[in-house]
C-alpha cells in the first residue's frame, strides 16, 4: 500500500537543504518526512519483501528523494542501493534512482559514460598497481589530478607534478584515478583558478554559476566563490547531455573553460548541494526540485 502524499528525503542529518526541500515539498500539497537510511531496512519477514520507513506504518513512500546517502561499509552501501532499488521495482518514483547514483558516485564510471556519449572530458585513467599508474601518468603527461573514487566536496584532490611522488597504494584506496590538469582559461594571466557548476533538472539547465578560487581547488566547500552564470550557452548544452548520459534526473555538473575555450566536463554529481546555487543566482533550487517531483507523481508513469 502506497501512502500517497509521502516524500521521504533521505539524508545523512536533517540541514538547511533538506529543511527546505521539505518546506518547497509541502507547498506543493505533499507530506514530506525526512530520514536517514540508516533508519532504514527490509521486512522479509512474510515472505513478501517490505520496505521499513519510520513514520510510514509498513506503507510505501508515493516518492523518494535522495539528498544523501551516509557513509558506511561496503556491505552498508551496498543494502542501501538495494533499498533503493526495491522501492523503484515497487512502484515508488525515486529520484536520482539507485543506477544514477552508482554512476555518478563512482568517478571512473561517469568518465566511462561520458566518453561513450562522446562529451569532452579531460583525459582520464586508472591503474591499481603504482608502477601502472606511473605509466598512466606519464601517458597523460604534464601535472594530473589524483582524485578519490568516492570523494566529493574537493575532499582529497592532489595536483601532482610529472616528479611528485605517487602517495602509496594503501592511501588511496587501492585505486589510483588520475586526470589531466587543464588549467582554466585566463588563470595564467589573472592567478588562481575558475570552473562552472550547471544545475541540471529535468533535461535542462535551471541555474549555473562560475566557481572562482585563489587556488586549484574551485569547490565552494573549500573556499571558492560563486557568481552567476547565463544557462544558454555551450556550458549548459554539454551539462544537459552529461545529466542525460548518466540518466540522472537531477544533477550538478561541473565544467571547466580551458585555454583554448574548448568545454570539458569534470564531474556528474547525483546528489549535489545548492546552497552555493541558490547564493549565487537567487535561484530557488528547492522550489524548483519540488515542483518537478509533484509533476513526476502528476503522471501515470511516474515510477
Not at 510510514?56 to 508515493?62: C, K, N, Q, T, Y
Amino acid at each position: 500500500m502506497i501512502a500517497e502524499n509521502a516524500v521521504v528525503i533521505f539524508t545523512e542529518k536533517a540541514d538547511w537543504h533538506s529543511h527546505g526541500l521539505a518546506r518547497a515539498i509541502e507547498r506543493e500539497g505533499l507530506r514530506p518526512l525526512i530520514r536517514s537510511m540508516t533508519e532504514c531496512g527490509f521486512d522479509l519477514a512474510s515472505g513478501r519483501p517490505g520496505l521499513v520507513i519510520p513514520g510510514l506504518e509498513g506503507r510505501l513512500p508515493a516518492a523518494i528523494f535522495v539528498r544523501l546517502i551516509p557513509a558506511g561499509t561496503t556491505e552498508q552501501i551496498t543494502a542501501r542501493l538495494g533499498f533503493l532499488h526495491a522501492a523503484r521495482a515497487m512502484g515508488v518514483a525515486v529520484v536520482n534512482d539507485a543506477r544514477a547514483i552508482e554512476v555518478c558516485v563512482d568517478k571512473s564510471m561517469t568518465t566511462a559514460m561520458l566518453a561513450m556519449t562522446g562529451l569532452p572530458t579531460p583525459r582520464t585513467m586508472t591503474a591499481e598497481r603504482p608502477a601502472d599508474a606511473e605509466r598512466a601518468r606519464a601517458a597523460i603527461g604534464g601535472d594530473v589530478v589524483l582524485k578519490p573514487l568516492f570523494g566529493a566536496q574537493g575532499k582529497g584532490l592532489m595536483r601532482l607534478a610529472p616528479h611528485d611522488a605517487l602517495p602509496a597504494p594503501e592511501e588511496v584506496g587501492g585505486l589510483y584515478y588520475l586526470q589531466e590538469f587543464v588549467p582554466s582559461r585566463g588563470s595564467a594571466a589573472a592567478g588562481g583558478a575558475h570552473d562552472w557548476r550547471v544545475f541540471v533538472l529535468g533535461g535542462r539547465a535551471i541555474g549555473a554559476m562560475i566557481r572562482r578560487s585563489d587556488g586549484w581547488v574551485t569547490n565552494i566547500f573549500q573556499g571558492a566563490q560563486g557568481e552567476a552564470a547565463p544557462i544558454d550557452g555551450e556550458a549548459a548544452a554539454l551539462a544537459v547531455r552529461a545529466a542525460a548520459a548518466v540518466g540522472a534526473d537531477y544533477a550538478g555538473v561541473d565544467l571547466i573553460e580551458a585555454e583554448d575555450g574548448r568545454f570539458l566536463i569534470l564531474e556528474v554529481n547525483s546528489m549535489p548541494a545548492w546552497k552555493g546555487l541558490t547564493t549565487a543566482t537567487g535561484i530557488d533550487v528547492a522550489a524548483a526540485l519540488a515542483r518537478d517531483l509533484a509533476g513526476r507523481l502528476a503522471r501515470p508513469d511516474a515510477a
